[in-house]
């Protein structure tokens, strides 16, 4: 790589730093206080859980503790916090049923292993495609299950090995109350449900203290000031505890077991990941700072976690919604709170073992049990039956309740197909005449299935009339469309008169056959006139009509549709995600090769997209000045340096000679001097484009230029210092105007580099194919 410029600091604060960079401390106070409240939370809940699947107790300890250091550490989701999962616990439990503690640890080894294959092949967003009444049913099931077994130990009992035993086992276990477990968990669900309604000042002071603390605290010490006897938690010394050892039981059984942890944990963490997104940019500060979730890194360090977890001995690890929302709303601000919260959990399991075995387990129960109630969201049955879902959810929880989790969740697919499929045909087609106007209206989807009852409809309307063709659905297949157009065309040519409207009556229209391909609606900003040759004077004219003809479409079409946009960007100031730096070529428009709108780029365009280093700009100091006001006010999470093909900056360097004289150009382009050099050296190899070498030496030295300007980049102290922190990203990108193509410049395995590769770019957001 070309060795960098020395990045020159000054011992001065600049004036648009945030407050607080010069801190020794490397954590931030935010991050230390809600890892405490994070932890507070962990503690008793990992307990619980532990308690509930039929584990070792300390089990839940090491998955809490796992989950906060090693996802914390390896996972694309900042501020979601991992541990052992109130979803997990009905599988869990019954892994241990029927394989064993030890079989167990191996089948979550295997999962976490199976998470890492699936980050390597980039699938995690597939798993967001899953209907949301699946997954809410999955939940939901799991909750009843969890709270029919819970409701056992808070009676006094022992829980069954199904729900359905749970149920029938009720009558007995009421009429043999253990009357001491009974009042230490009537008193564990009372604080848990009126701790977050304490009013008053007070209140709001106590509920600083999360109320599953709260609870089991009060539980722990009404039990021993009142000397009830109740089984406690009983941590055995650590020497004991029990490792994984390999699988034993049928391979059937075992890859089940590995298919049910794998997609439960992932698709729980994914949609986790999501919700905490959500929550960091609903804060006051809009998540300033904090970088989105990236959910293929984020199943990478599920399943890093699952791995540790599973052989240090303790319980699958997932993304846990109720931490991560505490975690936000403490003002967690990265990763360290997540970390800070596992060592916390390490440091109790070694010191307070004493205190934690006067905890009453009918306390925890009791708490689990809340826990698996409130999973049965009455806000998520109120969505699903808005969206008239509601069979795939009660499918998915039956099914999960009666049968297991992944039969439930076979079902819930099976249901939700067959809804989709039923939507689809289902396809209702009106005909209606009054005063020679005839009314065709068709609601749903126009496919296949509905060509004949459309053609029949169609056919039915008398020749040379008016007919209006309503279409009140958002899908048209190949075969319907052939339909309507071949009847609208015959239609036509006896006389009749056809209008396609939308669901509002908007009118649909077509362009006219015989209009010319080329006919765009910017093509009057290329004083283009379809069919007409130009006379040659007026080839390059610059016409003020033209100009104000645009501005005047912009007002009448445009405007409408962004102004309540703009004034909102009005009333709260930019904030983009992107410094956008490119070529003042007229062919590269921005906000169309990156599909952005206002507010989404903080873009700076100069020619030959070159950024000079710092103190170098010979007294113009505009690029540098926009790259500290985007990096150090604005606080865009990325840059891009994107240059294009037959870019004319690059053809002058090339075609420079010492003996040409100092115009502003030539005084410019001296910044591309090192680009030319790199294109040069033997040092570095040929930039490829696509698996291919570039057509010439101006499209070589337009990549490397690129790939040189990222180099310079890092010689910004702005810059320099954001990446360390792991705030910003540096991508490159290559447009080819000819094809219509956008490359990315492919990672580096080598630290501050790239590899030189431009590759296509995915059809996906810009912003998730970044280079480090």
């Not at 596992?342 to 006067?358: H, K, Q, R, T, Y």
Request: proline letters at 6%; charged letters at 15%.
């Amino acid at each position: 790589m070309t060795v960098h410029a020395p990045i020159r600091r000054t011992p001065t604060q600049r004036p648009h730093s945030p407050p607080g960079r010069g801190r020794r401390f490397p954590i931030a106070g935010a991050d230390l206080s809600a890892s405490i409240s994070v932890f507070l939370i962990a503690l008793p809940l990992s307990l619980g859980i532990a308690l509930a699947t039929g584990a070792p107790l300390q089990a839940g300890l090491v998955a809490a503790a796992v989950g906060g250091i090693v996802a914390g550490r390896i996972g694309g989701a900042p501020l979601q916090v991992s541990g052992p999962a109130a979803g997990l616990t009905v599988v869990t439990a019954e892994l241990i049923q029927r394989y064993g503690w030890r079989t167990t640890c191996a089948i979550t080894v295997l999962a976490g292993l199976a998470q890492l294959g699936l980050a390597a092949l980039r699938v995690a967003r597939s798993a967001l495609a899953v209907s949301p009444a699946i997954v809410h049913g999955m939940l939901a099931g799991i909750g009843v299950t969890i709270a029919l077994a819970q409701l056992h130990i808070v009676l006094g009992g022992t829980p069954q090995s199904s729900a359905v035993d749970n149920v029938l086992g009720l009558p007995a276990q009421l009429a043999d109350l253990h009357r001491a477990a009974l009042i230490i968990s009537a008193l564990t669900v009372t604080v848990l449900l009126i701790w977050p309604r304490l009013p008053g000042r007070a209140g709001r002071f106590v509920r600083k203290v999360p109320a599953a603390l709260a609870a089991v605290a009060a539980a722990s010490v009404a039990a021993a000031l009142a000397g009830l006897t109740v089984p406690r938690v009983d941590l055995p010394s650590w020497s004991s505890h029990a490792l994984p050892g390999l699988p034993e039981g049928p391979v059937l059984g075992i890859a089940a077991g590995v298919l049910t942890i794998t997609l439960v944990t992932s698709v729980q963490s994914l949609l986790s990941a999501v919700a905490v997104d959500k929550l960091v940019a609903a804060r006051p500060d809009r998540g300033h700072g904090v970088p989105r979730s990236r959910l293929d890194r984020e199943l990478a360090g599920q399943g890093a976690a699952n791995v540790v977890s599973g052989a240090l001995g303790g319980l699958p690890v997932a993304g846990v919604a109720v931490r991560s929302v505490a975690n936000v709303s403490a003002g967690a601000v990265s990763r360290n709170s997540t970390m800070l919260h596992g060592l916390w959990i390490v440091l109790a399991a070694l010191v307070l073992v004493p205190v934690l075995d006067l905890i009453p387990l009918p306390a925890l129960a009791a708490l689990v049990m809340v826990i698996g109630i409130q999973m049965v969201s009455i806000t998520h049955i109120r969505t699903v039956t808005r969206h008239r879902e509601v069979l795939v959810y009660a499918v998915t929880l039956s099914g999960v309740v009666l049968i297991g989790i992944l039969e439930g969740v076979a079902l819930g697919v099976a249901v939700a197909s067959a809804v989709a499929m039923h939507r689809l045909t289902k396809t209702r087609i009106t005909l209606e005449s009054e005063g020679g106007l005839h009314h065709i209206c068709v609601r749903g989807q126009l496919t296949f299935l509905a060509v004949p009852r459309l053609s029949r409809a169609l056919h039915q309307v008398p020749q040379g009339g008016r007919v209006v063709v309503e279409l009140d659905g958002s899908f048209m297949d190949h075969a319907a469309y052939e339909t309507l157009h071949d009847w609208q065309s015959g239609y036509q040519r006896h006389g009749g008169t056809v209008e396609m409207t939308g669901p509002s009556g908007a009118r649909i229209t077509e362009p006219a056959p015989e209009s010319h391909s080329c006919c765009r609606p910017w093509t009057p900003w290329r004083n283009h006139r379809c069919g007409e040759p130009r006379p040659v004077d007026e080839t390059r004219r610059t016409t003020g009509h033209q100009l104000a003809r645009g501005i005047g479409k912009f007002q009448r079409n445009t405007a409408p549709l962004v102004r309540d946009e703009l004034a909102r960007l009005a009333r709260e100031g930019q904030r983009p995600s992107q410094l956008f730096l490119t070529c003042a070529d007229s062919r590269l428009v921005t906000s169309m090769i990156t599909s952005s709108g206002p507010g989404d780029l903080f873009t700076v365009r100069n020619v030959g997209n070159l950024v000079p280093l710092p103190g170098e700009e010979s007294g113009d100091d505009s690029v540098a000045a926009a790259i500290e006001y985007a990096v150090e006010v604005l606080r865009v999470q990325s840059i891009t340096v994107c240059g294009h093909s037959g870019c004319g900056a690059m053809q002058a360097l090339l075609g420079s000679t010492p003996d040409d004289p100092p115009t502003p150009l030539r005084r410019w382009l001296r910044h591309g001097l090192p680009s030319l050099e790199r294109m040069a050296s033997r040092r570095h190899a040929w930039a490829r484009i696509s698996g291919r070498l570039p057509a010439d030496a101006v499209e070589q030295l337009c990549l490397t230029n690129v790939v040189q300007q990222l180099e310079h980049l890092r010689a910004y102290d702005a810059v320099a210092r954001r990446l360390a922190e792991g705030t910003l990203t540096l991508q490159g990108m290559y447009f080819h105007v000819g094809e219509a193509q956008a490359y990315l410049l492919a990672d580096s395995h080598e630290p501050h580099g790239y590899d030189d590769v431009f590759d296509l770019v995915p059809p996906t957001a810009l912003q998730e194919a970044r280079v480090s």
